[in-house]
């Protein structure tokens, strides 16, 4: 809350840096050491008052000013060098990243270093050496300016930090040269004679305000008699091109390249003595009245320009007149670019002359007087005369530092005043005197964002003045304010006022950069600097001092609550003084407020409080009290009767389990018959075995369900005190309400607080209504916080209707009746408020406990509550009683011939639509007995709302959402029809017995959903609904392709064609189309079976999952012809009448019927190419382009939409693409017959899909038979190959086929036998015989190892499928001798 100066920087080895800046001091320095060992030094005389003379008589501030022993004793002789800070060019980086020391012609450069070896426990910066050395260049010449300026990085890893810093230095002898930080030279450039005074720059501030313009960056150079500035962006761009050429050129080895020189403006202030500082002020466009005014003054013959000129501003101190403010009008000069013009032309000629040195032979002798030094071509001046000025004959100007908004400008001069400037008109504001050799500097605070409710936060300047000679430094509010600190400090600092920032940044790049690391800081002898450190509320007027006052009591305040834990008296006394020390009401009413939320506080503590803030103000008297003291009284009083609720409200809660209410009372009390009352004592024990059965053992608590604190129910509530009159009478809304937007959490510990002890315990009612009555809270908010309450748990039971019937009760009754009663064909808006809440309620068996009970009390306060009914009465006697909850006539009120109110009518309506949801919420409840296959992150909940408003198709949604997200397959969902009838003499499944499986409670919740949605739950439209469901999951997660399995499931039973065709269409166009088109076009990209990563990437299923998505392509466009083929009316779907006023989109099976009728052609083709893909998959088929087998009208064809009528393939194709299904249908019979004989899975239909195939396709289905029937032979499946070789028609080609696997399966024997048998046995054969059973190869048949009698009966089907006349005939006879020798 002060003004504070903290350790910022710390210079490491200063007295390195001293004697090498100073060798002059170092002798004296040792000699001064070698004196004052084993010796004190005492304060003789401060040396200031002969300074001052007689203008200065401040004896407080003589007398508060702390002088140390070793800086009040010694003369200028001993104390020279405790001044070498002083006397030494210092300059600081804005980013603190390089720090500049000068003297004479030697230079110091140090940066950033942590050392852990220093034993520094502060939090300052330790600052190294880095580079030190002399950088004269001519004789008698030294370092007169300083300026550190680091340069923008352009790279987005830098985090804000500058890419390096330029140290630009000024001469004597006029030259300024740039170095980096390890002092490397980069430029070099002479721009004017005499000496350089003063080296400033201006970068790039954002704008404060809307309608400024952005200033311009330039970098300033003030010579005696000229000004030289250079534009930031050229600058910048010239230090990086001459950094990255000493690069190259350190990199290569070589010398370093000549820099380019810069282009300036040259300016040369007229009508002024001499100028020892400058500074600017940016740009600015004065308004056309100052210009007019400007232009009669000057001369009557002045002209107006229709837009004022800009013009950059400069304020220059000096002598004649002491302060100057010159115009440069923009525009009107341009940058001087001889120097440039003359090193181009230099390097022109240069290359010249050496290209014709080649050819004359006369180069060599001239390079002696290239090589001579030329002399440094100076521009001229442009003049720029004086606008106007501060005339003071005798004054001097030392310095001129500008504040950060280039508001203020403060000024040092010779006779020891420091003067505050005011920028935009020119004349002084506020002079200081007696601060001979004072320094200034400027610090700018911005309020913090967090209190301020403007869009732009305020800035606050304050000057700071270091009175080197009073060994003070002071701090200023600009302006006409007050001084708001003094620090005593060393007689021999310097103060560094940073005025720039980094170079080269704009409005873009300045996002997220920390401009400055400091303002203000106050360096000392020993190496040390701090920083000014100004809190914004200081800058604040006096009329404000009490509310600053009052903020520092307030933060105070906070930090006690916060420190301690426990109540104590010395607490309540240092709570008790801090609290009622602040005099404005609005900030007292914030310490109340902190007060009543601290959580360790008690209701008495917090009472004693606020009755010591009502006393204070009553002692001041009611007369002389303001409308802020009347709401802040107002206010406690307020507080203290909410904590009177609260403890009233603590003293009623009891833990007695309330007295579960028999089916008698509870009729006597709702006024219904003991068969409705009965029934609805079913429903609930229905509904919560079916929760029990379904909930987890056990559950963690973290935090209690209740108000756990008299400061939590203080924070559900606002108190109002400004709509109470002074006279006690209540105006408008209610003083005390519930906090608007309260978050739920809250919202159920306040009302498990307020009314749980009459919902679970035997609370009473009637007190509890009325402590609530006298509370002066709205009856509505109560009221609807009490169903809230109540709607808010799940499981709501018996025992809790007659509490909320008896609080429901009272609470209607204590409002206003007219938004109760109304007429009886009207809609009172009181009971439509709270059906609302059931309506949106998720918690169905609450919600319909809630509406009984509310249907009640609107029956007897309107006056329409039927006469009591006994256990005689002959309703209850009616055996059609138990049933009557499942007609439409549930709940409906006992009366005679009056006509029903409307409410009532609603109240039983809204009962039964809940009766009808406590059945589905207790579906949702059950989950299969295995694991469940599809995780969900939450449950499915339904409101009355949520069905309402989710279409016709939204009962049929939410059911098949649940199975789905559950995993239930259709066998799940009905009982078998033997169970049928086992369970046909049964009562209704709420009569189970608790040991009934999870498989038999689902089986039964689904036998009673039927019931109540007939329409809703019909076989087609559930089917279509889980289809698409499970659908929808596996599209969320394609690589559970079981999913999409148990979805085919579903749409098979579906039987009417026209929906089933319909879901089709939609499931391929919503969700198949594009991944069987990828994993076609994957597949023909590949040749092949395709690699697991190549399937996730184009596909998204692995290529474990790959082959069963396929085989269900395959089911789905079996599913879809069959449908195309069947002809089924169009379905008509209906709703419950009870259901009948939903609104919303349209339901899925309206969509399947409205969708285009499919092409059967179409679809045929897409099924031959998943085909083709399945069996690629399966067989693991390589060098096959799928889509190869297709000609050009297919492949146009495929992937259209299924109601489209491209032009389709017939069976003439290409003999090349005929030549190609041939071999890849043969390929798949004989892989399938492989696999059987390697006893590998595999469907035994795949010859049945070939022929299916081949006949789509066109080819001859004898040949592939003629192949099958060869290749069952050929793998030793002998009886299979006959069931098929009766298929077969060209009955010769068969026989000679099977006549060589014969010929094969002999030479197999014969080759088993040793050489004598086989030799007997050729004997007795026919030679050709012989000749031809040596031709045969064994080796071509896959199962050789065959018994001879299978060969004999190939034999013999060899000779009944070859005719007589067949030339292989006798060849044939001929080894069926041979067959039976070696049988």
């Known amino acids: 809350m002060s003004c504070h100066l903290l350790p910022f920087i710390r210079l490491n080895d200063v007295v390195g840096i001293r004697d090498y800046l100073f060798p002059e001091l170092k002798d004296s320095f040792d000699s001064r050491d070698g004196n004052k060992a084993g010796k004190d030094v005492t304060p003789t005389s401060d040396g200031w008052d002969e300074d001052w003379g007689e203008d200065w008589n401040d004896d407080q501030e003589a007398e508060s000013r702390e002088t140390t022993p070793e800086e009040g004793s010694e003369g200028e002789t001993n104390n020279g060098w405790k001044k070498w800070m002083q006397d030494c060019i210092i300059s600081v980086s804005p980013a603190a990243d390089l720090i500049a020391l000068a003297n004479q012609d030697r230079l110091a450069l140090m940066s950033p270093k942590f050392d852990g070896d220093s034993g520094n426990d502060d939090e300052t910066t ?73 080296l400033k720059c201006n970068t790039y501030a954002p704008r404060r305000y809307l309608g400024i313009a952005e200033q311009h960056e330039e970098l300033l150079i003030l010579y005696t008699r000229a000004l030289v500035t250079i534009d930031g962006f050229s600058l910048y761009q010239a230090l990086k091109a001459c950094r990255n050429q000493v690069a190259r050129a350190t990199a290569s080895g070589e010398a370093s390249l000549q820099p380019p020189p810069l282009a300036y403006k040259k300016w040369a202030p007229q009508d002024m003595d001499s100028i020892v500082d400058v500074h600017t002020t940016g740009v600015h466009t004065p308004n056309p009245f100052d210009q007019m005014v400007l232009a009669s003054v000057t001369s009557h013959t002045s002209t107006i320009r229709p837009a004022p000129p800009a013009a950059s501003v400069y304020l220059m101190s000096g002598t004649g007149p002491y302060l100057g403010f010159f115009f440069a009008i923009e525009g009107s000069t341009q940058p001087i670019l001889s120097e440039v013009a003359f090193a181009v032309a230099s390097k022109l000629k240069s290359a010249i002359i050496s290209a014709a040195s080649g050819w004359l032979s006369f180069g060599s002798k001239s390079k002696p ?16 005369t004086l606008r106007f000025g501060l005339p003071d004959l005798r004054r001097e100007g030392l310095s001129v530092c500008l504040s950060p908004n280039n508001t203020y400008a403060a000024t040092t001069d010779t006779f020891g005043r420091v003067m505050l400037i005011d920028t935009d008109r020119g004349i002084a504001l506020r002079m200081w005197k007696g601060y001979r050799d004072a320094q200034v500097g400027w610090v700018e605070v911005r309020e913090d964002e967090g209190t301020s409710h403007k869009k732009q936060s305020r800035s606050a300047q304050f000057l700071v ?42 409005n873009v790049t300045c996002r997220g950069v920390r401009i400055k690391a400091f303002q203000v800081g106050l360096i000392d002898a020993d190496g040390m600097m701090k920083t000014v450190q100004v809190p914004f509320h200081l800058a604040l007027s006096d009329k404000n001092n009490k509310r600053v006052r009052d903020m520092h009591l307030l933060k105070k305040l906070k930090q006690v609550l916060k420190e301690n834990h426990e109540e104590s008296d010395a607490f309540d006394t240092q709570v008790r003084d801090l609290l009622l020390n602040i005099k404005i009401s609005s900030i007292a009413q914030q310490g109340v407020d902190k007060i009543l939320s601290t959580r360790y506080l008690s209701p008495k503590f917090m009472k004693g409080i606020l009755k010591a803030c009502v006393q204070r103000l009553q002692v001041i008297g ?29 003293q009623l809660q009891c833990n007695t389990p309330p007295i579960q209410p028999d089916s008698q009372s509870l009729s006597m009390l709702l006024g219904l018959s003991e068969s409705e009352v009965e029934h609805i004592i079913s429903q609930v024990e229905h509904s919560q075995r079916i929760g029990h059965t379904d909930q ?91 169903v809230w309450t109540w709607l808010s748990e799940s499981n709501r039971s018996i025992d809790g209707i007659p509490g909320l019937f008896n609080l429901l009760k009272i609470f209607t009754a204590s409002i206003d009746q007219c938004k109760v009663v109304v007429e009886k064909t009207l809609e009172s808006p009181w009971w439509q408020s709270i059906r609302d809440l059931c309506i949106h309620a998720s918690h169905c068996q609450s919600a319909f406990l809630a509406a009984i009970v509310s249907r009640s009390v609107a029956m ?6 039927p006469k009591r009914r006994g256990t005689l009465d002959g309703a209850a006697k009616d055996p059609d009683a138990d049933t009557i909850s499942i007609t439409s006539e549930t709940l409906s009120p006992i009366v005679d011939t009056e006509p029903v109110p409307l409410d009532i009518e609603l109240w039983s309506m ?3 639509q809940l009766e009808d949801l406590i059945c589905v919420d207790s579906l949702l409840k059950l989950k299969p007995s295995k694991i469940r296959r599809v995780p969900s992150s939450d449950e499915l909940t339904v409101s009355i709302s949520t069905l309402l408003e989710g279409g016709k198709g939204c009962i049929t949604e939410v059911i098949a959402r649940h199975v789905s997200r559950v995993g239930f397959q259709p066998e799940d969902l009905y009982r078998p029809l033997q169970d049928e009838s086992s369970m046909s003499e049964e009562t209704l499944p709420s009569s189970s017995s608790s040991s009934s499986t999870s498989q038999d409670n689902v089986w039964d919740q689904m036998a009673m959903l039927r019931k109540r949605f007939p329409h809703s739950l019909e076989n087609d439209v559930l089917f279509s609904n889980c289809c698409w469901e499970y659908t929808v999951i596996w599209n969320k997660q394609p690589e559970e392709v079981d999913n999409l399995k148990s979805a085919l499931d579903f749409l098979r039973l579906v039987q009417n064609a026209m929906l089933r065709q319909g879901v089709c269409s939609m499931m391929w166009h919503m969700f198949l189309s594009k991944k069987f088109h990828a994993a076609a076009h994957l597949m023909e990209k590949v040749g092949k079976f395709p690699k697991d990563r190549l399937c996730r990437k184009d596909i998204g299923i692995g290529e474990t999952r790959l082959p069963l998505f396929v085989s269900c392509i395959c089911d789905f466009f079996n599913i879809i012809m069959e449908a195309n083929c069947e002809t089924n009316e169009v379905p008509v779907f209906n709703i419950e009448p009870l259901w009948n006023t939903v609104k919303g989109t349209v339901s899925l099976v309206e969509l399947a019927i409205d969708q285009k009728s499919t092409n059967y052609g179409l679809l045929k083709l897409h099924h031959q190419l998943a085909v083709v893909i399945h069996a690629v998959i399966t067989f693991n088929i390589k060098s096959i382009k799928v889509l190869s087998l297709f000609d050009s009208k297919g492949k146009h064809a495929l992937f259209q939409d299924l109601h489209a009528h491209p032009l389709l393939p017939t069976q003439n194709v290409d003999s090349a693409i005929g030549s190609q299904r041939k071999q890849f249908l043969t390929r798949i019979i004989s892989l399938s017959v492989i696999k059987m004989r390697e006893l590998i899975p595999v469907s035994p239909i795949w010859p049945d899909i070939v022929l299916q195939l081949a006949e789509e396709f066109g080819t001859d289905l004898d040949f592939v038979k003629r192949h099958h029937v060869c290749t069952l032979y050929s793998a030793g499946f002998d009886k299979l190959a006959e069931e098929v070789l009766v298929t077969v028609n060209d009955r010769d080609t068969l026989g000679q086929d099977l006549l060589s696997i014969v010929g094969q399966r002999v030479a197999h024997k014969l080759s088993k036998l040793d050489a004598q048998m086989v030799v007997e046995l050729m004997s007795n054969v026919n030679p050709a015989l012989s000749t031809w059973l040596k031709s045969m190869n064994s080796e071509l048949l896959v199962f050789p190892d065959v018994a001879c009698s299978d060969i004999q009966a190939l034999v013999t089907q060899t000779l009944n499928q070859l005719s007589e006349n067949h030339p292989q005939h006798e060849l044939a006879a001929s080894m069926v001798e041979l067959v039976q020798v070696l049988g």
């Not at 559900?716 to 809304?733: I, L, N």
Request: glycine share 8%.
């Open 126 to 198: 330790g600052y190294s050496p880095v580079w030190s050395g002399s950088v004269a260049q001519e004789t008698g010449e030294y370092i007169t300016a300083l300026l550190c300026l680091p340069l923008a990085s352009q790279k987005r890893s830098t985090q804000g930090a500058p890419d390096w810093t330029c140290v630009i230095v000024g001469f004597k002898s006029g030259y300024v040269r740039m170095y980096t930080e390890t002092g490397t030279l980069l430029l070099s450039q002479k721009l004017h004679t005499g000496s350089v005074l003063k």
């Open 369 to 384: 007087e290239v090589n001579a030094e030329k002399p440094v071509k100076i521009e001229p001046a442009t003049p720029l």
């Open 465 to 506: 003045i270091y009175a080197a000679r009073r060994g003070i430094l002071e701090i200023w509010v600009a302006g006409n304010g007050p001084r708001i600190a003094a620090f005593n400090v060393s007689r021999h600092c310097k103060l560094i006022c940073v005025t720039h920032g980094i170079l080269g940044l704009n």
């Open 622 to 650: 009611e007369e002389h009290l303001d409308i802020e003291r009347r709401l802040f009284m107002q206010y406690c009083h307020l507080q203290d009767h909410l904590i009177d609720i609260y403890v009233d409200i603590e």
């Open 696 to 786: 987890p053992t056990g559950r963690v608590r973290f935090e209690p369900d209740t108000v756990s604190h008299v400061s939590s129910f203080l924070a559900c509530f606002t108190c109002s005190p400004h709509v109470v009159e002074s006279d006690g009478s209540q105006q408008g809304t209610s003083a005390i309400t519930i906090v608007k937007d309260l978050p739920d959490d809250k919202k159920l510990h306040l009302g498990s607080f307020l009314y749980e002890c009459c919902f679970k315990y035997q609370g009473s009612p009637g007190d509890l209504g009325a402590v609530l009555r006298k509370s002066n809270i709205p009856m509505e908010q109560l009221t609807h916080l009490l």
């Open 860 to 865: 007897e306060i309107s006056g329409t509550m």
């Open 910 to 912: 809204l009962a039964r």
